[in-house]
């Protein structure tokens, strides 16, 4: 396998590990906050995310390459409320998104056209994992700090991810 691809695939599975964790971390919070319909969902955003990283690593090492199995910082822990755990999740996305189109780009520099064609799934999944994010945030700027609102949103999470455990979309 291209070592410049390689390299940059492993630095791919760091970011996938650390959203996985960030999540992860998230939903604690939010369970352990009673607010049991996000956290749902979140855990189910962090085992998504896992496999993504996971995805990579088969990828790199059926292609020849070797996936290098990271050790990562402790995630923030701390949350103020729902548009702050939203917020920080779109901006990570927004991240994990450049992220995905270096690759694409560097794929391109090496004539690596199998390694852009298996991007192409993660390329669509940012689109959808952003625009959920987006419309999460959405509804919770009007909700506001309406409690009975609130209840409603997470009622609604809960419902979202029930109807749809494996995939991101609203
Ligand atoms: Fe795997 Fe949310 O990016």
Same mark, same amino acid.
């Given at each position: 396998m291209n070592k410049r691809i390689e390299e940059i695939l492993n630095k791919q599975i760091v970011a996938e590990a650390v959203s996985s964790q960030l999540y992860l971390a998230m939903a604690s919070w939010a369970e352990s906050s009673g607010i049991n319909g996000t956290a749902d969902f979140l855990y189910l955003h962090?085992? =998504?995310?896992?496999?993504?990283? *996971?995805?990579?690593?088969?990828?790199?090492? =059926?292609?020849?390459?070797?996936? *290098?199995i990271p050790s990562i910082e402790v995630p923030r822990q701390e949350f103020n409320s729902l548009t702050d755990i939203f917020t920080l999740l779109l901006e990570h996305e927004i991240k994990v998104t450049n992220m995905i189109n270096e690759i694409v780009f560097v794929c391109l520099e090496e004539k690596d056209y199998s390694t852009h064609n298996f991007m192409q799934w993660f390329v669509a999944e940012q689109l959808e994992e952003e625009a959920l994010a987006r419309n999460i945030l959405d509804k919770l700027k009007m909700i506001g700090s309406d409690k009975a609102g609130l209840y409603l949103f997470d009622r609604d999470l809960e419902t979202l991810q029930n109807a749809n455990p494996g995939g991101t979309e609203v």
């Open positions: 962090s085992d =998504e995310e896992r496999e993504h990283m *996971l995805k990579l690593v088969r990828f790199i090492n =059926e292609r020849g390459g070797r996936a *290098l």
